[in-house]
DNA sequence: TCATTAATGTGTT
DNA sequence: AACACATTAATGA
């Protein structure tokens, strides 16, 4: 089955994971739930801790010096997210929120070491998944950089479409339940913005939107995107 | 149901 | 892009 919550390379690590690997880690790994809106991780937390997302969603974001957010990743069931010395999956400075009630094992690094060395395949498999999320992030950075605002949204469109659509008729239905803010703090725009380039997108027939629910025309936006 | 909050639409600067 | 304000949908007492 397509992994449906692949935005920004999603690390599913409990795919990796046999059933008994996976109930051995539930044993010995706090859990813990936190409500939709938690601040979960932010820069200066004292304990470095890896989090494992069992459930929910979750974004990673980093404020600019004006402070302005810019969310950097969604993550959805069996991503994982932290920072130590010895592994990050931000570049320092990243925030943690949840999107919605969310449930999470919390490891030690002193855990995760131990975890990834009894189980080499997720070595490699986090190796992969991080090597996909910052030629990712490359991508966008260019796209932030030279871009113009329909640019940057036409070019997010086709991300979440490919990570989070669903075959709906003529359109694929991004199944993300986004708002317009949501969406402005992943191109770097204002909800405003986004409001308004939505209706355009809307008026050429490149996308049908309504309240948290957009669908694209998938093949349409590539080919505006390429040209 | 009513009141409040959240999401969206739109015009002005 | 920022701001103010209107409209509409969702939430929940």
Redesign the pocket.
């Known amino acids: 089955m397509p992994d449906k919550l692949d935005y920004l390379a999603r690390i599913n690590l409990f795919r990796e994971l046999n059933p008994e690997e996976l109930r051995r880690l539930d044993q010995r790994t706090p859990m813990l739930t936190a409500r939709k809106g938690t601040i979960l991780m932010q820069p200066g937390d004292a304990t470095p801790v890896i989090y494992l997302l069992k459930k929910g969603r979750v974004r990673l974001f980093r404020v600019t010096p004006d402070g302005?957010e810019l969310t950097v990743a969604l993550l959805g069931d069996g991503n994982i997210f932290g920072e130590t010395d010895s592994f990050s999956t931000g570049s320092g400075g990243t925030y943690a929120q949840a999107l919605s009630d969310v449930l999470l094992c919390a490891l030690t690094s002193q855990d995760f070491q131990e975890l990834l060395l009894s189980k080499p395949a997720l070595s490699l498999r986090l190796v992969q998944a991080m090597s996909e999320r910052l030629r990712e992030t490359e991508e966008l950075l260019e796209t932030l950089a030279l871009g113009s605002?329909r640019q940057r949204l036409l070019y997010l469109l086709r991300k979440l479409g490919l990570a989070f659509g669903v075959a709906h008729g003529e359109y694929v239905r991004i199944d993300a339940d986004l708002?317009?803010?949501e969406l402005a703090h992943m191109i770097g725009?204002?909800?405003?913005?986004v409001?308004?380039q939505?209706?355009q997108l809307a008026s050429e027939g490149l996308v049908q939107?309504e309240?948290?629910q957009i669908r694209i025309r998938l093949s349409e936006i590539e080919e505006q995107i390429g040209s």
């Not at 725009?189 to 913005?193: A, V």
């Open positions: 302005k605002v708002t317009h803010e725009s204002t909800r405003e913005t409001t308004a939505l209706s939107t309240r948290k």
